[in-house]
C-alpha cells in the first residue's frame, strides 16, 4: 500500500515540477519519442517514413482527441467499431505512463493535413 501511495506522490510532483518547467509546450515532441520508443512505425507510417500501410498523416484532422485516446486504450472496441480489418491488430498500450500516453495524444493531434 505505502509504495503506491509514494508512487503517486512522486508521480504527481514529477508532473508538477514538468508543468513549471514548459512540460505542456514539449509535449507532442515527447509524444514523437514515444512515438519512436513504442514502435508505432511497426505498423503506421508518417511522412512516408514507416510502415505505409497504415499512414498517420493528418489523423488529427481527421479524428477526434477523444477517438485518437481510444484507439490507444480499448484498439479492440475501435477496430470493431471501424471494421478496420487490417493485421496485425492496433494494439493496447495498458502500461505506458498516462503523461507519455497524452503526449503521443497530442502528437496525434499534431499531423494535421495542410
Ligand atoms: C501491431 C500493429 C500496430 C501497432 C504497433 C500500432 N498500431 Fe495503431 N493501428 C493499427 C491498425 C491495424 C489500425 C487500424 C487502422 C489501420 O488499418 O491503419 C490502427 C489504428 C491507429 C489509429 C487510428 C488511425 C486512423 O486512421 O483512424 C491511430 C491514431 C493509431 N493506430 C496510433 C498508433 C500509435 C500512436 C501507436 C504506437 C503507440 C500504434 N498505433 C501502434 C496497428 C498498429
Known sequence: ?????????????????????????????RGQVVYSEQRCALCHSVGGEGNTKGPLDGVGSRLSPEDIRAWMVDPKTMTA????DRKPPMRA?????PEDLDAVVSYMLSLKTE
Open 93 to 97: 498500450y495498458p502500461s505506458l505512463p
Open 1 to 29: 500500500m505505502r509504495i503506491y501511495l509514494r508512487l503517486a506522490l512522486t508521480a504527481t510532483a514529477l508532473l508538477l515540477a514538468g508543468a513549471s518547467s514548459g512540460w505542456t509546450q514539449d509535449t507532442e515532441a
Open 81 to 84: 467499431t471501424t471494421g478496420a
